[in-house]
T-cell receptor
Framework: ELKVEQNPLFLSMQEGKNYTIYCNYS?????LYWYRQDPGKSLESLFV?????AVKQEGRLMASLDTKARLSTLHITAAVHDLSATYFC????????????FGGGTRVLVKP | EAGVAQSPRYKIIEKRQSVAFWCNPI?????LYWYQQILGQGPKLLIQ????????DSQLPKDRFSAERLKGVDSTLKIQPAKLEDSAVYLC????????????FGSGTRLTVV
């Protein structure tokens, strides 16, 4: 059974500082996704990582994938209040029929 | 392109009552998913459809949950009878096909069972 674990579960950030969220998964995956969820809202796609060594960046967020270590990281550079949200990673395994298995989420709160 | 439509947005019912949720995926998307998201947790897959056939319903509590996707377009998810632990957000998602890697999520239905 595929397991996806995120840590930390909660991250209190100070504006202007850098932080990293980690996502570990238990079996070989074909694609790794990062989503953002604001309170009471649905899931907003941030990144899709397709291969080992993939790195994608959008604004203050950068995601990377190490398939050998079965690890993805979401790096936040110079945190700002607007980044407060819950971040989920999800894994998609083609052999399992293309469905997303989610981690438990990391709740991020950026304080002034 | 219109997004994934879900209704109702909110629903409050008493335990042992029944409830139904509706989802209209993006036009042309063959694959449809229902996820359950309990407060403070990540979404958990309940059922996956490919056109109007079920691909995976291994995590669907079949004694009380049912889902259908008639004509391979809209889908309904039903709970009967509801339990307190069914309180959650029910998210519908669609994708163009089994080999496609773009998933689009709807806004969800927030169910509260009292």
């Amino acid at each position: 059974e595929l397991k996806v674990e995120q840590n930390p579960l909660f991250l209190s950030m100070q504006e202007g500082k850098n932080y990293t969220i980690y996502c570990n998964y238990s079996t070989t995956s074909d694609r790794l996704y990062w989503y953002r969820q604001d309170p009471g809202k649905s899931l907003e796609s941030l990144f899709v990582l397709l291969s080992n060594g993939a790195v994608k960046q959008e604004g203050r967020l950068m995601a990377s994938l190490d398939t050998k270590a079965r690890l993805s990281t979401l790096h936040i550079t110079a945190a700002v209040h607007d980044l407060s949200a819950t971040y989920f990673c999800a894994v998609d395994v083609r052999a399992a029929g293309n469905k997303l298995t989610f981690g438990g989420g990391t709740r991020v709160l950026v304080k002034p | 392109e219109a997004g994934v439509a879900q209704s109702p947005r909110y629903k409050i019912i008493e335990k042992r009552q029944s409830v139904a949720f509706w989802c209209n995926p993006i036009s042309g998307h063959a694959t449809l998913y229902w996820y359950q998201q309990i407060l403070g947790q990540g979404p958990k897959l309940l059922i996956q459809f490919q056109n109007n056939g079920v691909v995976d319903d291994s995590q669907l509590p079949k004694d009380r949950f049912s889902a259908e996707r008639l004509k391979g377009v809209d889908s309904t998810l039903k709970i009967q009878p509801a339990k307190l632990e069914d309180s959650a957000v029910y998210l519908c998602a669609s994708a163009r096909g089994v080999l496609n890697y773009g998933y689009t999520f709807g806004s969800g239905t927030r169910l509260t069972v009292v």
